[in-house]
């Protein structure tokens, strides 16, 4: 049988890896912190509707979400990557290859995205309180290179050994959870939360007694293997 043509917006590619190649093209065209053209940018918005990484009737995500610009950011090992930039300052990570290739999720994957949720305006906090505590016009040092930074250019950091992921994983040993009987629903954000409110925080306060946190550069997030220590230092960040 003859697959169907992949359509992104007003792209239309025979094969996954045109759609592929043709956002790889697009990244690799700008430098890192370079904004996306108006073009590119309704690109990329077309690609986040069509990996129904919004879902939304009636009007357009840009404005539902108050996306500010689109842009090229720094991960690990000097790799690009698209950032989202809302109105508000923070920032989420894009990427076109799962986008494009949506892979099949499952309930463990929900429940991670749900976790993730749950303590979202909870890392905020820790961000936001760290600037007003040290910030000097706007910018801050990096709390593992020194390096004086941008909000933008900083990411809240779990501290190894309790990495989120450990944190997730020790809570539903803990809690014995079968993920298959876990409801969810959306929020105004069309965020993916738990339906049960007592699971929910339940999550935050174990999170908030287990998580080590700091403020660091982007591209250090993803390299803690210099941190895997347990006792707890002075410089520490915990939630509130």
């Known amino acids: ?56 009737d009636n ?36 990427s076109y290859r799962l986008l494009i290739s949506q892979p099949k999720i499952n309930d463990f994957d929900y429940f991670l995205i749900a976790s993730r949720n749950a303590i979202k305006e909870d890392i905020n906090q820790v961000k936001r309180r760290y600037f007003e505590l040290n910030s000097k016009k ?27 992921s450990v944190i997730v994983d020790r809570f539903t040993e803990l809690n014995n959870l079968d993920f298959s009987k876990i409801e969810y629903i959306t929020d105004n954000k069309n965020f993916l939360q738990f339906k049960d409110i007592e699971l929910k925080e339940k999550f935050r306060d174990y999170h908030k007694l287990k998580a080590t946190l700091r403020i660091v550069r982007k591209e250090l997030n993803s390299s803690r293997t210099n941190m895997a220590r347990i006792k707890k230092q002075k410089k520490d960040l915990t939630i509130e």
């Open 1 to 56: 049988m003859k697959r169907p043509p992949i359509i992104i917006g007003n792209n239309t590619f025979k094969f996954k890896k045109d759609a592929l190649n043709y956002y790889k093209e697009i990244l690799n065209s700008y430098d890192f912190e370079q904004e996306v053209s108006k073009v590119h940018f309704i690109d990329i918005i077309s690609l986040l509707e069509y990996g129904k990484y919004y879902e939304i």
């Open 59 to 94: 009007v357009s995500i840009v404005e539902y979400y108050r996306i500010n610009k689109i842009f090229i950011g720094k991960v690990q090992y000097n790799t690009k990557c698209f950032q989202i930039e809302y109105e508000d300052g923070t920032i989420d990570i894009m």
């Open 138 to 164: 706007g910018i801050v040092k990096c709390q593992e290179t020194g390096k004086l930074s941008n909000w933008s250019e900083l990411v809240v950091d779990h501290r190894q050994p309790n990495t989120f």
